[in-house]
């Protein structure tokens, strides 16, 4: 009875995992050793441009901002046949 709560957390936590792993490993900002972190601020455009702009933003750049655009325009256009 409570495995689909079971579900959502277990789901919930493996997406703060994966983007905590994600910030961690390849994360410009983020310096884990000690050699790193005395470096200072660095210049690194090109490395955060490549960290902001990863795959899954630029595939639903162009998209629609729906879920289901055709449940959407059946429920919401009159006209719609």
Not at 6 to 31: K, S, T, W, Y
Not at 62 to 69: C, D, F, L, V
């Amino acid at each position: 009875m409570v495995y689909p709560l079971f579900a959502a957390v277990g789901v919930a936590v493996g997406i703060c995992g994966m983007q905590l792993v994600r910030n961690i490993c390849i994360n410009p900002d983020v310096r884990v050793t000690k050699q790193n972190r005395s470096a200072g601020i660095l210049e690194n455009y090109e490395e955060g441009e490549r960290y902001a702009e990863h795959m899954l933003r630029k595939y639903v750049r162009n998209k629609e901002p729906q879920i289901m655009p055709s449940i959407n325009k059946f429920f919401s256009d009159p006209n719609f046949d």
